[in-house]
């Protein structure tokens, strides 16, 4: 139980590699990310950013490298650091059959079962958008946005430090986009690291710290929000969108 | 303040259970799917054996009842892991603050339930049919042993596999090429087994408590690399790694840790 009390940022990875085969997919990655702190992370897909999720979250050991949470230098990601971090992947990963409340409830359970606190299920719902009429309805009815919205949920219930977000903008409407954002922005100001993948231009300007872009496995630019000049880190941020050709939804 | 291990793991597998058991008395599948399989075997183990004597049918009843019980794991298991792989929900519950050996006892746990439910069926059925299944009502206790500990084998090795082949997005005809072979060593030793229940032969609690073993054996293999195949195992760097973290520790603490 050592270090349980303390902080599991900044997280530090140092020269992490993968390959699947023949393919080497991240080469060398050097990556920190700071509480109160949100990362993008942008590439052209197959760059090898859902991999680093992976390994962040600690369902891929990688092949070489270090992973650093906070104090701790770890070769597994243990149930206490498992318990700190939240991953909401691509697809929603939501049992269809159960409804949002029953989704999330059953979470909630299995972290209680093992000591740990978790939000009431229907504040951070409705927190996140989701009707009250929509709460018991299987998730196999929902949108993938609204099934988004309650993975985002799933994943900020347990007040997480480190949150990996593998492009949760994926099919929600501008003003999905707009909640989420949002509550990115609360997660943040809790403490929480963030890092987030899109493909979402507007959304990663407004929200992001830092944007880092990965390019065929690595990390070949990096772009951090100053605090005097919002308008250099808007044109050096844009130029590394501009590199990947991101969507363009800065209206919203 | 997190619990202790093991209640961890008793809680979390009973959470798991109990939600893979509504999500089943939901929607019926897994049980329907495998009753009606059962049933439709019996029918045709009685059309196609029932006209021959005693003592032709004595060496084939154990074979039927686990050859059934091999179909319906396979078609259990590989329905059990579609509904994690459809949704990949497994991924979830790895990522999340959830003892992995507890999806592991879940599953296994539904799985060996569904089987228990096809045996219920199915021994009955054997027994009715077969005179040389009248053994399996002579001897009640020894019968339920042999059915758990056959079953909880099978379901042992089956579910290591079958969450290997989820988590690695394998396909399920995999499933069943891997499965039978592995499952091989437990299925013969329980067929072993019911022929010395059906001679009432004396070393039948001897071979109970083979088999008893053997479920150790195989629940041990698979509690321990469950993880692994579902996540890979950790780097031979972990001794590098440990040691690192106690000299980070011991530098935080403000003194030095030797090298």
Sequence with gaps: MSGARQPITPIVLRSISQRFGRKVVLRGVDLELRARSITGLVGANGAGKTTLFLILAGLLQ?????????????????????????????????????????????????????????????????????????????VSTFSRGMAQRVALARAVAGDPELLLLDEPFTALDARGRAQLAGALLAERDRGAAILLSSHDQGTLLRVCDRLVLLEAGAIVREVERGGDDPAGFAARASEVLGAVGLDDHAAA | MLHLAPVRLLRQSLLLLRSELRQELRDLELVVTSTFFTLVVLGMFYLSFAALEKKHTLPAVPGLLWLTVAFVGSI????????????????????????????????????????????????PGLAAMFPAGQAFWDMPLETAALV?????????????????????????????????????????????????LLDKNPNLPSLLGQMAALDVILLGVGALLFEPVLVGAAPARTAQAARQHRRDLARAAGREEPR
């Design chain 2, 148 to 196: 758990v500990l056959g079953c909880l084998g099978y379901v042992a090795i089956g579910t290591l596999f079958a969450a290997g082949l989820a988590g690695g997005g394998g396909k399920n005809m995999l499933l069943a090429v891997i499965l039978y072979p592995v499952t091989t060593p437990v299925l013969m030793f329980a067929l072993v087994t019911t022929r010395a």
């Design chain 2, 76 to 123: 259990t298991l590989t329905r059990a892991f579609d509904r994690e792989r459809e949704a990949d929900t497994l991924r979830a519950l790895l990522a999340a603050p959830v003892e992995r050996l507890a999806i592991y006892v879940a599953k296994a746990g539904s799985t060996l339930l569904v089987l228990l439910v096809c045996c219920a069926l199915l021994v």
């Design chain 1, 62 to 138: 990688p092949d070489g490298g270090e992973r650093r949470y906070g104090e701790r230098v770890v070769a597994d990601i243990d149930l206490e650091l498992r318990a700190r971090l939240a991953y909401v992947a691509h697809a929603p990963q939501l049992y269809p059959g159960l409804g949002a409340r029953a989704n999330l409830e059953l979470f909630a359970e299995l972290r209680r079962a093992a000591g740990l606190s978790s939000r009431p299920a229907d504040d951070v719902l409705r927190g996140l958008g989701l009707p009250a009429e929509a709460l018991d309805r299987p």
